[in-house]
């Protein structure tokens, strides 16, 4: 249902759209709060909303150093999916793809969620084997997925290089129908306004310059618009991790990397689902307004940049005619970069720190985007109860101590440590 009238939205629409009330509100941050969420991307918020919504709690902040939208939320390739193998992941991302299902009706705000299926490629024997095991453990678990040969792969996206001559021949696919796209920016937005509505102070242009530790326990931060007393805090913060916790003291097993992707000019119609090689390192989408998204793989060196690189470019753009030779006929429109945590296994890290109240949410490599709704959920758990939710509970920080790591191979490309 709409916040507004006919009336109302005729209105605005005839005074040039400037009558439109904020969709949050912009206070001063107050001088104490119960939990303070550092990172106003799309996992804070998610958080945020659920602790207000689910918990009842009502003295939370969101603190961001930038402006609502303006992080990796806003510079990411958009895909959801939970075609994950090892049990851990299975069971968080298909929560949280359930969510994601529900998600408009929750928020009351349309993220224009597609579920427009997600193929993995096969390029070889070899990797067709992978792509079965991988389909048996979904089915196992509960989560749909489809092998297809190369016909079925040539009736979801005939515009791929199908022939024997193609520089990576496809013999086949794995299809999670279930899988698909989300707007970034609704998202954020959706998530803002809800929490809003709930009684959290969502507060931008607020950089945390410090976390004051006093006898081994979180007692605030300092931040560019002044000090604010703490009961709890949860960084949710992305690429800015290591950064954040190095202000309480603790190193994590962390690297920040640049992850790029482009979109072309828009056209008409031509790939309606999410194609993705493993092999290549290169996927493929195509957005409500016709661009197509192509994506590829890291940087590979350590960087807090968000600016796309020539030498990156040409061979993303190389691997993705390589795929689909239609693509050689678009003009590229621009590029961006986004900066990702990567893990020492690939997995997330949720939970609790060696400082009493103070409580991570990072790490999440390649998967932040399509495990905003369950990350937000889980977060607000712990944060809520100080101890984890089932779901998150083996992505814990001491995970790395006793060697319990979650190392899922093929869930995408693999970091390259230095």
Not at 52 to 71: F, N
Not at 276 to 293: A, N, P, R, T
Request: aromatic share 8%.
């Amino acid at each position: 249902m709409s916040r507004y009238s006919a009336f109302e939205i005729a209105r605005n629409a005839l005074s040039g759209h400037k009558r439109w009330p904020l969709a949050w509100r912009s206070p001063e941050p107050r001088r104490r709060y119960d939990i303070v969420i550092v990172g106003g991307g799309g996992h804070g918020l998610a958080t945020a909303y659920y602790l207000a919504k689910v918990h009842g709690l009502k003295s939370i902040a969101v603190v961001e150093r930038g402006w609502i939208g303006g992080g990796n939320v806003g510079r990411n390739t958009t895909i959801v999916r939970s075609n994950y193998r090892l049990p851990e992941n299975q069971a968080f991302y298909d929560f949280s793809l359930k969510l994601w299902e529900g998600l408009t009706l929750d928020l009351n705000f349309n993220v224009m969620f597609s579920q427009r299926g997600v193929l993995f490629l096969g390029h070889s024997d070899s990797d067709m084997n992978h792509l079965a095991e991988r389909g048996d453990a979904m089915r196992h678990a509960g989560i749909d997925a489809e092998l297809l040969d190369i016909g079925g792969v040539r009736r979801m996206a005939p515009l791929l290089d199908l022939s024997r001559s193609a520089r990576f021949p496809i013999v086949g696919g794995l299809l999670q129908r279930r899988g698909g796209t989300a707007r970034h920016d609704a998202v954020a937005w959706g998530y803002a306004r809800a929490a809003d509505a709930l009684g959290v102070d969502i507060i931008q242009n607020c950089e945390v310059t410090g976390l004051n530790v006093a006898s081994g326990r979180i007692a605030g931060l300092q931040t560019s618009r002044g000090y604010i007393e703490a009961g709890r805090v949860g960084l949710s913060v992305a690429g800015s991790t290591s950064q954040l916790a190095a202000m309480a003291g603790l190193k994590l097993p962390i690297e920040s990397h640049l992850l790029q992707a482009f979109v072309s000019e828009p056209v008409k119609p031509m790939i309606d689902t999410v194609i993705l090689s493993s092999l290549i390192h290169c996927y493929l989408s195509q957005s409500d307004k016709g661009e197509v998204v192509i994506g590829g793989d890291l940087d590979f060196h350590p960087s807090y940049g968000q600016r796309g690189s020539p030498a990156r470019i040409q061979e993303v753009a190389g691997q993705a005619i390589a795929m689909m030779p239609a693509l050689s006929r678009l003009r590229m429109l621009r590029c961006w970069g986004g900066v990702m945590d990567m893990s020492m296994d690939g997995s997330p890290i949720i939970g609790g720190t060696p400082v009493e109240g103070l409580y991570l949410n990072g790490g999440w490599c390649y998967g932040g985007f399509k495990a905003t709704p369950a990350a937000g959920w889980t977060f607000a758990h712990t944060l809520a109860n100080g101890e984890p939710h089932p779901l998150s509970a083996p992505f814990n920080l001491d995970r790395f101590e006793q060697g319990r790591l979650i190392d899922e191979k093929g869930a995408g490309p693999t970091p390259q440590w230095h």
